[in-house]
């Protein structure tokens, strides 16, 4: 990982089409000790740093303090 050294993991990345560009979502995990400054900061970053690759629409990243959890924002789908 090269964005922060504060970034211990990657936990998730996901991608998908809009149209001819991407929306893209990153999960990555720092430690829970860290600042809300800091977390917030290395986010936004890279945040940006992904919306400025050419295909790249939007980009989403979520924090996260560890990676040994259920899965977040999980839908049941009824057919």
Same mark, same amino acid.
């Given at each position: 990982?090269?964005?922060? @050294?504060? #970034?211990?993991?990657?936990?998730? #990345?996901?991608?998908?089409?809009?149209?001819?560009?991407? &929306?893209?979502?990153? *999960?990555? #995990?720092?430690? @829970?000790? +860290?600042?809300? =400054?800091?977390?917030? *900061? &290395?986010?936004?970053?890279? =945040?940006?740093?992904?919306?400025?690759? @050419?295909?790249?629409?939007?980009?989403? #990243?979520?924090?996260?303090? +560890?990676?040994?959890?259920? @899965? +977040?924002?999980?839908?049941?789908?009824?057919?």
């Amino acid at each position: 990982m090269t964005h922060s @050294p504060l #970034v211990h993991q990657i936990d998730t #990345v996901r991608a998908y089409h809009s149209g001819p560009r991407l &929306i893209v979502e990153v *999960d990555i #995990v720092m430690d @829970p000790q +860290e600042t809300l =400054q800091a977390t917030h *900061d &290395i986010a936004e970053e890279l =945040q940006t740093k992904l919306e400025s690759l @050419p295909n790249v629409e939007r980009a989403y #990243v979520h924090v996260d303090y +560890e990676t040994s959890h259920a @899965p +977040e924002h999980f839908l049941k789908k009824e057919l």
